[in-house]
């Protein structure tokens, strides 16, 4: 487990002072899975949001760096209004909506979703590589899949007693079913781009938790998006936000909606280790609360595939562990 992030509030106080922000207070503010803490800077004018990196200050750089892309391509965020470089904590605009997901099921998501779609696309309108920002290689998505299936088999092993043979024959049929999704190039993603990392604000969208920016798979995005592992939206709506990234990128239809499944099936393979991981890290909630939706998508993607021989192991699996 990460040790506990203590940030000084004392010092970030004074630093605030010196940049004529007289802060009154600081309120807890909801944090989210990662390591990362948030606070509410209550101003005598306004309210803003203090971020702190202390126990990951690698990801206050790559924060910093990722926002000045995502203003250049275009794609609205949390303006940075003040950092700290020697305490690793920025100072952003609050929005008092935390984040679209409370909007999941209300009309606003007619609004939201058309939002996003278009801000992945900016984010994807680069003429050149950008400096700075890695990219992962093209059999990231295939060995994160095989890891986070690997992770869930073992948590679930007293479970599932032929876990490992079954681990190796999906691994077996990934490595034979993917060979033309490790072949793309790379544009620039955010990595977990959905509604809990979209901020809908007077009719605008913002958004967050972007220091992972990356080049990776020109689908990832919009998968995530579309097929989250933490819900699901209507078959209507899913059709809907595909024919719309389709037709802005000038993709064929088929081709596209072949490769957007499957670049998700690998994704939520991925999130089921995620949830394992933290649930080692005491953070059992997101396993238990969002197990079942991720394994619902991944029987979608392996349907619509024709991938017969992972259903079934899948659903072994499954229904050994629900």
Same mark, same amino acid.
């Given at each position: 487990?990460?040790?506990?992030? &203590? #940030?000084?509030? *004392? %010092?970030? +106080?004074?630093?605030?002072?010196?940049? $004529?922000?007289? !802060?009154? /207070?600081?309120?807890?503010?909801?944090?989210?899975?990662?390591?990362?803490?948030?606070?509410?800077?209550?101003?005598?004018?306004?309210?803003?949001?203090?971020?702190?990196?202390?126990?990951?200050?690698?990801?206050?750089?790559?924060?910093?760096?990722?926002?000045?892309?995502?203003?250049?391509?275009?794609?609205?965020?949390?303006?940075?209004?003040?950092?700290?470089?020697?305490?690793?904590?920025?100072?952003?605009?609050?929005?008092?909506?935390?984040?679209?997901?409370?909007?999941?099921?209300?009309?606003?998501?007619?609004?939201?979703?058309?939002?996003?779609?278009?801000?992945?696309?900016?984010?994807?309108?680069?003429?050149? &590589? #950008?400096?700075? *920002? %890695?990219? +992962?290689?093209?059999?990231?998505?295939? $060995?994160?899949? !095989?890891? /986070?299936?690997?992770?869930?088999?073992?948590?679930?092993?007293?479970?599932?007693?032929?876990?490992?043979?079954?681990?190796?024959?999906?691994?077996?049929?990934?490595?034979?079913?993917?060979?033309?999704?490790?072949?793309?190039?790379?544009?620039?993603?955010?990595?977990?781009?959905?509604?809990?990392?979209?901020?809908?604000?007077?009719?605008?969208?913002?958004?967050?938790?972007?220091?992972?920016?990356?080049?990776?798979?020109?689908?990832?995005?919009?998968?995530?998006?579309?097929?989250?592992?933490?819900?699901?939206?209507?078959?209507?709506?899913?059709?809907?936000?595909?024919?719309?990234?389709?037709?802005?990128?000038?993709?064929?239809?088929?081709?596209? %909606?072949?490769?957007?499944?499957?670049?998700?099936?690998?994704?939520?393979?991925?999130?089921?280790?995620?949830?394992?991981?933290?649930?080692?890290?005491?953070?059992?909630?997101?396993?238990?609360?969002?197990?079942?939706?991720?394994?619902?998508?991944?029987?979608?993607?392996?349907?619509?595939?024709?991938?017969?021989?992972?259903?079934?192991?899948?659903?072994?699996?499954?229904?050994?562990?629900?």
């Amino acid at each position: 487990m990460a040790p506990e992030n &203590k #940030i000084n509030l *004392i %010092k970030i +106080k004074k630093h605030l002072s010196s940049k $004529n922000f007289k !802060v009154g /207070g600081f309120i807890n503010f909801e944090s989210d899975a990662s390591d990362k803490v948030f606070k509410l800077c209550k101003t005598a004018n306004k309210n803003l949001l203090l971020l702190s990196f202390q126990n990951k200050p690698n990801d206050f750089r790559k924060y910093v760096k990722a926002t000045e892309v995502l203003i250049k391509q275009k794609v609205n965020t949390p303006s940075i209004v003040d950092l700290s470089r020697s305490h690793k904590f920025v100072i952003m605009d609050y929005f008092p909506i935390t984040n679209a997901a409370r909007y999941f099921k209300k009309n606003y998501m007619k609004q939201i979703l058309p939002l996003a779609t278009q801000a992945i696309i900016n984010l994807q309108n680069t003429k050149k &590589k #950008i400096s700075g *920002i %890695k990219t +992962k290689p093209q059999s990231n998505l295939l $060995n994160d899949a !095989v890891r /986070g299936i690997r992770k869930y088999i073992q948590h679930y092993e007293h479970k599932i007693e032929i876990g490992f043979y079954l681990n190796k024959l999906i691994v077996s049929s990934l490595k034979k079913n993917t060979e033309k999704q490790q072949k793309y190039i790379p544009v620039l993603t955010h990595g977990d781009f959905f509604l809990e990392n979209l901020i809908y604000y007077k009719r605008l969208l913002y958004v967050i938790d972007h220091q992972d920016l990356h080049y990776n798979h020109p689908h990832l995005d919009i998968a995530s998006l579309i097929f989250d592992a933490r819900r699901s939206y209507s078959q209507i709506t899913e059709e809907r936000l595909m024919r719309i990234y389709a037709k802005k990128q000038n993709l064929n239809l088929k081709e596209f %909606k072949e490769n957007i499944h499957l670049v998700s099936l690998l994704r939520n393979l991925r999130i089921l280790g995620n949830w394992v991981q933290l649930f080692d890290t005491g953070k059992s909630k997101y396993l238990k609360k969002y197990r079942t939706e991720t394994w619902k998508q991944i029987f979608k993607h392996v349907e619509y595939l024709r991938f017969w021989d992972l259903r079934e192991i899948f659903m072994y699996i499954y229904k050994k562990t629900k």
